[in-house]
């Protein structure tokens, strides 16, 4: 792992990974729909599109025909704190990666023409996205999550948002934001790193530096609301189900470190992965509850949470509920020591299955840094799993629980009463 600071703040991390053959290359940015107002919900997800509409020395057909002549894949996604645009081919095109990538990243001009049908595109996104009610259910859920606050909105914007952007909102936008200190360049692979390092210092070095004085180290969390929300779907005959409990006030220094988010991960593992775990078990093998229940951890750079998701239908919501809180206070009481053992090593050969394909390895590291501020080594993220004890896993529970859960549910027969009800079925 080689790492570099340019002097206008932008950040340089290399990954070699000698036993592959491609490699992954991406610019990642600090920014994202919760850096959005009301009026702007949704424009981070829209230049997230149109930066690879045309730049000032290529066409859109160019930018696509450049990276597919070479194999490589091209791809971007925007979430609530981070925007990434990223290829991946051959760990000997990684330079030719890198400047496509860059090119589209600092040097997108946004064509009029191009804006317009794009953001016809994207408005017919948003529209199957919001009638699809488990996709839905994640926007219900950032809601109950964070009420109005910016983390609260959709990442994809509203229509009438999406509708109305110009041009100039988008400059706008990239010259708040994508400037050298929120910005991160990445490879891992199989590839040159002494010469990759020098391209992308040469390429990224004159970036605008931020306007802001001084440059701020990390974002405040948003407030954790806490509420019940539903969205009825009456052409649905299942509910999806969304319950969620915050993993850690994210300011709080002792749980922002790597061993507490490998704790709080093996938590999510301990609960509900694989058929065997508890909840899927009991939910699906023994009480024929759901086909689909798991629990995840998800998180940002300043914000946790964990999830249990579930498909159901509507009369068996209440069972679900009634089995999922028992299960839940009995991991706040005690861990079981087999399911612990299960659960640690589910999460090792995730770990390491990730750390053999490039672009896993670059995400995981990127998560990292933006969170904790370094990337935890392969082997010291396994020695770190291994010595996790089981009270460390059942305090996440008891933390978990002291909190008031957020839930969505969507489908037929959803209702915010029924949801109300559900999260108060949960105490017993």
């Known amino acids: 792992m080689v790492q570099r600071t340019l002097p206008n703040g932008v950040r340089l991390l290399a990954l070699p990974m000698p036993h592959v053959h491609s490699a992954s290359v991406g610019v990642f940015l600090r920014v994202g729909s919760r850096d959005e107002t009301p009026d702007t919900n949704g424009i981070s997800h829209v230049l997230e599109h149109m930066a690879f509409k045309g730049t000032a020395t290529r066409s859109v057909q160019a930018i696509n025909l450049d990276a597919e002549r070479l194999g490589a894949e091209v791809n971007a996604f925007t979430g609530k704190d981070t925007t990434g645009y990223f290829m991946t081919g051959l760990g000997r095109h990684a330079p030719a990666l890198l400047r496509m990538t860059a090119d589209i990243v600092l040097n997108s001009t946004f064509p009029e023409a191009e804006l317009q049908r794009e953001l016809e595109v994207i408005r017919q996104e948003a529209i199957e996205y919001d009638e699809d009610p488990e996709d839905s259910a994640n926007d219900v859920l950032d809601r109950a999550?964070?009420?109005?606050?910016?983390?609260?909105?959709?990442?994809?914007?509203?229509?009438?948002?999406?509708?109305?952007?110009?041009?100039?909102?988008?400059?706008?936008?990239?010259?708040?934001?994508?400037?050298?200190?929120?910005?991160?360049?990445?490879?891992?692979?199989?590839?040159?790193?002494?010469?990759?390092?020098?391209?992308?210092?040469?390429?990224?070095?004159?970036?605008?530096?931020?306007?802001?004085?001084?440059?701020?180290?990390?974002?405040?969390?948003?407030?954790?609301?806490?509420?019940?929300?539903?969205?009825?779907?009456?052409?649905?005959?299942?509910?999806?189900?969304?319950?969620?409990?915050?993993?850690?006030?994210?300011?709080?220094?002792?749980?922002?470190?790597?061993?507490?988010?490998?704790?709080?991960?093996?938590?999510?593992?301990?609960?509900?992965?694989?058929?065997?775990?508890?909840?899927?078990?009991?939910?699906?093998?023994?009480?024929?509850?759901?086909?689909?229940?798991?629990?995840?951890?998800?998180?940002?750079?300043?914000?946790?949470?964990?999830?249990?998701?579930?498909?159901?239908?509507?009369?068996?919501?209440?069972?679900?509920?009634?089995?999922?809180?028992?299960?839940l206070r009995a991991q706040a009481a005690a861990i079981d020591p087999v399911h612990l053992e299960r659960a640690k090593n589910q999460l090792t050969v995730a770990r390491v299955r990730a750390a053999e394909r490039p672009y896993a390895t670059m995400e995981q590291a990127v998560e990292e840094l933006f969170a904790v501020g370094s990337v935890t080594p392969m082997s010291q993220a396994l020695a770190l799993i291994d010595g996790i004890e089981a009270d460390e896993v059942r305090q996440v529970f008891e933390h978990m629980l002291a909190h008031p859960p957020a839930l969505a549910i969507t489908g037929k027969g959803a209702t915010a009463k029924a949801a109300r009800q559900l999260v108060a079925s949960l105490a017993g």
């Open 145 to 327: 999550l964070w009420g109005n606050d910016p983390m609260g909105m959709p990442v994809i914007g509203t229509v009438a948002n999406i509708e109305g952007f110009t041009r100039q909102d988008l400059v706008r936008h990239v010259q708040r934001h994508y400037v050298a200190h929120k910005t991160l360049v990445v490879a891992a692979g199989n590839f040159d790193v002494d010469a990759w390092m020098a391209l992308a210092a040469e390429l990224f070095s004159g970036m605008r530096a931020s306007d802001d004085l001084p440059v701020p180290q990390k974002p405040e969390p948003a407030r954790y609301v806490g509420q019940a929300l539903a969205r009825r779907f009456p052409q649905v005959s299942q509910v999806f189900v969304n319950l969620a409990y915050p993993l850690y006030p994210a300011a709080a220094e002792d749980r922002a470190g790597p061993r507490w988010r490998l704790t709080a991960a093996l938590a999510a593992y301990v609960f509900g992965e694989g058929m065997s775990s508890p909840l899927v078990d009991t939910v699906r093998e023994q009480m024929g509850l759901a086909y689909t229940a798991y629990a995840a951890t998800e998180s940002g750079d300043v914000w946790a949470n964990f999830i249990v998701h579930a498909v159901t239908t509507p009369d068996k919501l209440e069972a679900l509920f009634a089995a999922t809180g028992r299960l």
